[in-house]
């Protein structure tokens, strides 16, 4: 599966969302978003709307296959008209031909994971950055997709996060959304109740 509709010849930063988790196999119970998955809509949010590229990446194991159809449907119904969405057979990002294709004909621009788990794909792809000296940023506090599993997903970024420090720059999502879109919030504060007007 490979969907192009970037538009930027030379963008300098890319949005690159991660899925390495396996999807369910059963429908989600309707449930309010978490932490993770409301700083990172919010973050995809902005992006798309300061017209700047994304890439969808689903990483496809051999044990994923049967599952990956509902991972690349979960893909595209989150990604923005500007988006591209990809099947990455590669460890790292880094090493897979499609992506190194899309990546060269960019012009190779900056790198920001925004990974569900932060897992091996996101950990490859960062350390054959730091090696080939291209540097790369890591979200640390979103996700681009549901996390089914929470407390799993929270342990295994927990304990990826230090050692992606070693070999990626860590950025805070608020952080990555004022320093690239010139965005700070969301929506103004509404911490305080409407007055009502007098008569």
Request: glycine share 8%.
């Amino acid at each position: 599966m490979f969907r192009s509709p970037i538009v930027h010849k030379r963008p300098r930063a890319i949005l690159v969302c991660i899925a390495e988790r396996r999807p369910p196999r059963e429908p989600r119970p309707a449930r309010s978003q978490n932490a993770l998955e409301r700083s990172g809509a919010a973050l995809l949010g902005r992006w798309d709307a300061a017209g700047l590229p994304t890439v969808f990446v689903e990483h496809d194991l051999a044990l994923q296959r049967a599952d990956a159809s509902a991972a690349a449907g979960e893909a595209l119904r989150a990604a923005g008209p500007r988006a591209t969405v990809l099947r990455a057979e590669g460890p790292s990002l880094l090493r897979d031909a499609g992506f190194v294709r899309l990546f060269e004909s960019l012009g190779g621009p900056l790198l920001i994971l925004l990974g569900d788990t932060l897992g091996d794909l996101c950990m490859e792809t960062a350390i054959d950055g730091f090696l080939a000296g291209h540097p790369i940023i890591v979200v640390k506090d979103a996700s681009p997709f549901p996390l089914d599993c929470e407390a799993e997903a929270l342990s295994k970024r927990a304990a990826t996060l230090p050692l992606l420090s070693c070999f990626a720059r860590l950025m805070g999502a608020e952080e990555l959304a004022r320093e690239w879109t010139g965005a700070d919030r969301d929506e103004p504060d509404r911490t305080e109740p409407d007055r009502a007007e007098p008569d």
